[in-house]
């Protein structure tokens, strides 16, 4: 759990970026349509949950910040007793004051009457204008007279690149339920007809272990179904002696989890389907181990792209000189995406890969990211041999860079084909 001592340090980390004679405004999320009137379960924006770990909508986090010193403000929904017999109970003002480091706490009626007597004086205004909320645009005509309007995303979304240890350990716990969801699939997908069943039960895993939801839909793909990058329909039938690429991670107490394994709807592999496994799966071992501080993303995207052209020519599915089809790019037909990205708050966190100078960011010590190699032949790809068409597989893990190199937080969740076959045998 991250205590408010942790958010209050996110929060002066923050105001000593922004510039002297500035106001610093985050919303919190809106409720959103479902249709007609029903709304989605609700999910706090993630810069502003980051800023001071506050669930609840309607409310508002303001920096002031002058030549002398710097006020925070918190604003949330008062108490009314009517309303919270529909939609629950409220922290309201006076709870809130126990809880929250901040100078002052209000209701967010008067953040409109404050937040315009805060901007007199004042020469710049930073909003998070990610947002498409009415809120902000209204917050930039009421700060017509500044000198600019600055965009607070950049700012936090660096704070968000490493990981404090409270934001580690929650991550941990979030993929310990990831990996008895996924250890699940494994054993009982044999006994399943279809592609929703095994997603149903997968989240049934998370929901029952305390997380609040899937990190990003499940993507539960039987097949030639994996060849679609994001397939999230989820609907077709388990055929046996195909593959099934299950990319499916837990969000617990607001941090994600990202994983994806690929298993055999029957329990067992096919030498073909063994031989791309196991060649993908040395390629993600080799990445993960050159993870460190200091490094680049792009070199592990480079020597993922040599690994895997390599081992693609090895089993006959590019034919060629290595050096040659990585110029041509020709093994982008068949690993068309990225190593990884950056996962915490967002299972996409979003933050930056370069500095304000275009420069790429190195690696550093309490970044979290995901390293996920994956071939991808299509069915009707006749320049294949027919044994691999059809063939879809990704090995996905979250990697914590550490100041020695890196500690694989999913290493407990099985990827050998031994320990898959083997538990599939159990089920």
């Known amino acids: 759990m991250i ?26 999320a809106r409720n959103k349509q479902r249709s007609n009137d029903t709304e989605f379960p609700y999910r706090q924006n993630s810069n502003f949950y980051y800023m001071c770990g506050f669930k609840e909508d309607n409310a508002a986090l303001v920096i002031a910040k002058t030549n002398k010193k710097t006020d925070y403000f918190m604003f949330v929904q008062k108490k009314e007793p009517k309303l919270e017999l529909w939609t629950g109970k409220r922290l309201g003002v006076d709870q809130a004051k126990d809880i929250f480091e901040v ?17 007199q004086g004042k020469r710049h205004l930073y909003v998070d204008f990610t947002m498409e909320d009415a809120r902000v645009e209204k917050l930039r005509t009421q700060a017509k007279q500044l ?10 979304g660096r704070q968000r690149l490493v990981k404090s240890e409270a934001e580690i350990q929650i991550i941990k716990k979030a993929l310990q339920i990831t990996k008895e969801a996924h250890h699940h699939a494994m054993q009982f997908a044999p006994k399943l007809g279809e592609e929703r069943a095994l997603q149903a039960d997968i989240e049934y895993i998370f929901k029952k272990r305390g997380a609040y939801s899937d990190a990003y839909t499940s993507i539960v793909a039987c097949g030639n179904n994996a060849n679609t990058l994001h397939y999230i329909k989820n609907d077709q ?3 046996d002696k195909k593959l099934i690429l299950i990319d499916a991670g837990c969000e617990y107490d607001y941090y994600a989890s990202d994983i994806t394994r690929t298993i055999p709807v029957n329990g067992t592999f096919t030498k073909a ?13 080799k990445i993960i181990k050159m993870v460190r501080p ?3 993303r792009s070199v592990l995207q480079s020597q993922s792209e040599k690994l895997l052209c ?5 089993l006959g599915i590019l034919r060629g000189d290595v050096k040659k089809l990585l110029k041509k790019k020709k093994h982008k037909k068949y690993y068309p995406h990225g190593i990884g990205h950056w996962m915490g708050i967002d299972v996409h966190d979003e933050s930056p890969y370069k ?16 390293i996920e190699p994956g071939i991808y032949i299509e069915l009707n790809d006749k320049t294949v041999a027919k044994r691999f068409r059809g063939i879809g597989i990704r090995i996905e893990d979250d990697i914590l860079v550490t100041q020695e190199g890196f500690e694989n937080l999913s290493k407990d969740i099985f990827k050998e084909v031994s320990d898959i076959e083997r538990l599939s045998q159990e089920g």
């Open 103 to 119: 100078d002052s706490i209000l209701s967010i009626d008067m953040f409109e009457e404050k937040v315009t007597s805060l901007l």
């Open 147 to 156: 000198e600019s309007y600055k965009n607070l995303t950049p700012l936090i």
């Open 310 to 314: 390599e081992g693609l020519v090895g």
């Open 294 to 296: 200091g490094l680049l």
């Open 273 to 285: 389907q063994k031989e791309l496994y196991e060649m993908i799966l040395d390629v993600e071992k």
């Open 3 to 28: 205590g408010e001592k942790e958010y209050e340090k996110r929060r002066k980390t923050l105001a000593k970026k922004l510039k002297k004679n500035s106001v610093a405004v985050l919303f919190s």
């Open 355 to 370: 500095n304000k100078k275009g420069e790429e960011i190195p690696l550093m010590a309490g970044m979290v990211m995901t």
């Open 237 to 239: 039938k388990l055929v």
